[in-house]
């Protein structure tokens, strides 16, 4: 679905993302970890086109994206969500859903003023939309409530469910966790997990929490100082050495008293807070 190839990122003479080379497969839930400052949000930011790339190449689904904005690439179906949310605070849950199709009659006034039957048609199918969305998570109980008032997990919660307002390819989802109670926590994961076994959806999402991250992804993507450092299932990245290294540090994991094995997945410092 995704293809990276020898992408590089420069800020001035730092190079937060190093000749990445990648590849996301279609329906796969792919996690992308590392730990902090290792270039995993500014190669989000590269692929969903915040960011130009300073060279190298991205493809979707075979296509050269290179370099495209946000906007086009929302309408060729890449999505991606943020580590804070950003909703639509003065407006309610239906609301902040029924906002995401795009090239609605209703946003014409040719179309409000003349064609009221056909602005009502349209709006009727999205908001049918949004309660379905609703109803898959669980959100019912809040679908009415304005979207500032909500929870941080149901702000990423509503996230998600904006993803689902359209017919996306892949969706990037950044830091989902960040700031999630478990039980909220459980309920995006659930969600996720049924998106992609039941809709198709294909993911790739950078987090922090290992048991959430393994619980969920095949493969994970390890990232270091802006580099590509190992791919794999969870169990075999949280065993390998180098990995080990660039999250505790050279040579700790060789001193005396410590242990020579990976972070748990029960030990949230796999890069825990802080920017990406």
Same mark, same amino acid.
């Given at each position: 679905?995704?293809?990276?190839?020898?992408?590089?990122?420069?800020?001035?003479?730092?190079?937060?993302?190093?000749?990445?080379?990648?590849?996301?497969?279609?329906?796969?839930?792919?996690?992308?970890?590392?730990?902090?400052?290792?270039?995993?949000?500014?190669?989000?930011?590269?692929?969903?086109?915040?960011?130009?790339?300073?060279?190298?190449?991205?493809?979707?689904?075979?296509?050269?994206?290179?370099?495209?904005?946000?906007?086009?690439?929302?309408?060729?179906?890449?999505?991606?969500?943020?580590?804070?949310?950003?909703?639509?605070?003065?407006?309610?849950?239906?609301?902040?859903?029924?906002?995401?199709?795009?090239?609605?009659?209703?946003?014409?006034?040719?179309?409000?003023?003349?064609?009221?039957?056909?602005?009502?048609?349209?709006? %009727?199918? !999205?908001? =049918?939309?949004? +309660?379905? @969305? #609703?109803?898959?998570? *669980?959100?019912?109980?809040? &679908?009415?409530?304005? /979207?500032?008032?909500?929870?941080?997990?149901?702000?990423?919660?509503?996230?998600?469910?904006?993803?689902?307002?359209?017919?996306?390819?892949?969706?990037?989802?950044?830091?989902?966790?960040?700031?999630?109670?478990?039980?909220?926590?459980?309920?995006?994961?659930?969600?996720?997990?049924?998106?992609?076994?039941?809709?198709?959806?294909?993911?790739?999402?950078?987090?922090?929490?290992? %048991?959430? !991250?393994? =619980?969920?992804? +095949?493969? @994970? #993507?390890?990232?270091? *100082?802006?580099?590509?450092? &190992?791919?794999?299932? /969870?169990?075999?990245?949280?065993?390998?050495?180098?990995?080990?290294?660039?999250?505790?540090?050279?040579?700790?994991?060789?001193?005396?008293?410590?242990?020579?094995?990976?972070?748990?997945?029960?030990?949230?410092?796999?890069?825990?807070?802080?920017?990406?």
């Amino acid at each position: 679905m995704i293809r990276v190839e020898n992408l590089y990122k420069q800020f001035g003479g730092i190079h937060a993302v190093d000749g990445v080379t990648l590849e996301i497969a279609k329906g796969s839930i792919t996690g992308l970890i590392g730990p902090n400052g290792a270039g995993k949000t500014t190669l989000f930011n590269v692929i969903a086109g915040a960011y130009k790339p300073t060279s190298g190449k991205v493809y979707l689904d075979g296509e050269d994206i290179t370099g495209l904005e946000p906007h086009a690439l929302f309408h060729k179906g890449l999505l991606r969500t943020f580590q804070i949310a950003h909703e639509f605070s003065s407006l309610t849950v239906r609301d902040n859903l029924m906002m995401v199709p795009p090239d609605q009659a209703g946003e014409k006034l040719t179309d409000a003023w003349f064609r009221p039957a056909k602005v009502r048609k349209q709006e %009727d199918r !999205i908001r =049918d939309r949004a +309660n379905d @969305v #609703i109803e898959f998570l *669980e959100i019912g109980h809040v &679908a009415d409530e304005l /979207a500032g008032n909500l929870s941080g997990g149901q702000k990423k919660l509503l996230e998600l469910g904006r993803t689902m307002m359209v017919d996306a390819k892949i969706v990037f989802l950044d830091e989902v966790g960040a700031g999630v109670n478990r039980t909220l926590l459980k309920t995006i994961g659930g969600a996720i997990k049924r998106l992609n076994e039941e809709r198709g959806y294909t993911f790739c999402m950078i987090e922090h929490d290992m %048991d959430f !991250i393994s =619980d969920l992804c +095949n493969p @994970v #993507i390890v990232m270091a *100082e802006g580099r590509k450092l &190992a791919e794999g299932p /969870a169990a075999h990245i949280m065993e390998n050495e180098e990995v080990i290294e660039a999250y505790l540090g050279r040579g700790l994991k060789n001193k005396p008293g410590t242990r020579s094995a990976a972070p748990s997945a029960t030990a949230p410092a796999l890069g825990e807070g802080g920017a990406s």
